[in-house]
């Protein structure tokens, strides 16, 4: 099992910047690919974005494309989400996701992953 702590959540302002960091305990993650959802008040859990854990490739949700920016450290076996550019209808609540090892598919439904951290508030004001 691995365990998945996000940080980094908080308040920003419109255009402003936040690094959420996803921080993996009880087995590596190197082999796993990772992913950011989140979840807003009333609505459905949304696909962010994911990196792969074989030759990396990023994906992202049409909303945060071209402003959020993922990347993994393999030795700190930590995940991150660069959030630029923030609009208010990015608050919600953030979580990381890790699939099971060596899986490959699809990344950008909820359902592709098997473990999941507790989230982490962002709240934008504009």
């Known amino acids: 099992q691995v365990q998945l702590i996000e940080s980094g959540g908080g308040s920003a302002r419109a255009g402003g910047s936040l690094r959420l960091s996803c921080t993996a305990s009880?087995?590596?993650?190197?082999?796993?690919?990772m992913g950011w959802f989140r979840q807003a008040p009333g609505k459905e859990r949304e696909f962010v974005s994911a990196?792969?854990?074989?030759?990396?490739?990023?994906y992202y949700g049409d909303s945060v494309k071209g402003r959020f920016d993922i990347s993994r450290d393999r030795d700190e076996n930590m995940v991150y989400l660069q959030m630029n550019s923030l609009k208010p209808e990015d608050t919600a609540v953030y979580y990381c996701?890790?699939?099971?090892?060596?899986?490959?598919?699809?990344?950008?439904?909820?359902?592709?992953?098997?473990?999941w951290g507790q989230g982490t508030q962002v709240t934008v004001a504009s």
């Open positions: 990196i792969t854990w074989n030759n990396p490739r990023k």
């Open positions: 009880g087995r590596s993650i190197s082999v796993s690919t």
């Open positions: 996701a890790s699939k099971r090892p060596f899986s490959q598919g699809t990344v950008s439904s909820a359902t592709d992953f098997a473990f």
